[in-house]
């Protein structure tokens, strides 16, 4: 089956950002993010799961160990398991990333 927005397990998180579980799995877990301006997420690490975030659109701010890093459309960042990260949108336009997590982060969140 085709993954996509519409054949995808939806889900909210923040109250106003949503999420759609493009890939389930143990092994690797695959999720298209949509934050509007201004939101943010809780400042996190993962035990066993290293992720990567890809910008689709917009410009996502991670801030990775403390530091602030502005990622734009077309490029992306590794997190590290264990490494502290937060994901945000400092901008006035939404954005759209994936996140892409081996093995799942699901299970695998701690507030940092």
Same mark, same amino acid.
């Given at each position: ?13 923040? /109250? ?8 389930? /799995? ?11 301006? /201004?939101?943010? +997420? ?20 991670? +801030? ?11 490029? /992306? ?36």
């Amino acid at each position: 089956m085709i993954a996509n927005r519409e054949t995808s397990e939806h889900y909210t998180w923040g /109250g106003t950002c949503d999420g759609w579980v493009l890939r389930p /799995g143990d092994d690797l877990l695959v999720i298209e993010e949509r934050m509007p301006p /201004g939101t943010r +997420e809780v400042r996190h690490f993962h035990a066993r799961a290293e992720q990567f975030f890809y910008v689709l659109s917009g410009m996502l701010t991670i +801030e990775l160990d403390g530091t602030p890093q502005a990622i734009p459309a077309g490029s /992306g960042l590794p997190v590290g398991r264990g490494q502290a990260h937060q994901a945000r949108n400092d901008s006035a336009q939404e954005v759209v990333f994936l996140v892409i997590s081996s093995p799942t982060s699901r299970g695998d969140r701690q507030e940092a």
